[in-house]
């Protein structure tokens, strides 16, 4: 059975990614899959930061929220498929990732790509499992 995990103190119905049909994460046990999270302050609205190491940071906060929803933290995460804008800036988005994970490190690919607000330069998607 699946369940729709959302951000600390909202409920499912609440939408911070606006109407699209989809859940900010969906725990089928053992694993929970995260939908793409961007550097968007779910309870504001707003776009954190204006550079790619603060919005990694953002996009960490997200991931983390919503591991800690479904009890689960940062050693469950097992792949990461990130979306940059720039390229060029994967160092630095390297550097404020790896602030969250230590070894052994999830499986993982980077692909470029544009996102559908011009501010936003970062998302990722995340599959954990118990």
Do not use: W
Not at 19 to 41: K, N, R, T, W
Not at 73 to 92: A, H, K, P, Q, W
């Amino acid at each position: 059975m699946k369940t729709a995990i959302t951000y600390p103190g909202m409920n499912a119905a609440d939408r911070p990614m606006g109407p699209a049909p989809l859940s900010a994460a969906v725990l089928h046990e053992p694993m929970l899959f995260i939908s793409g999270q961007v550097a968007i302050d779910p309870y504001s609205s707003s776009i954190v930061g204006n550079d790619i190491t603060s919005q990694t940071r953002q996009v960490m906060k997200n991931v983390g929220d919503l591991l800690g929803e479904a009890k689960m933290s940062f050693d469950n995460v097992v792949r990461v498929t990130i979306y940059l804008t720039d390229l060029t800036t994967f160092s630095e988005m390297n550097a404020a990732y790896s602030e969250f994970f230590t070894f052994p490190f999830p499986a993982r690919a980077t692909v470029g790509i544009q996102l559908n607000h011009p501010d936003l330069l970062v998302e990722m998607e995340v599959t954990a499992m118990r």
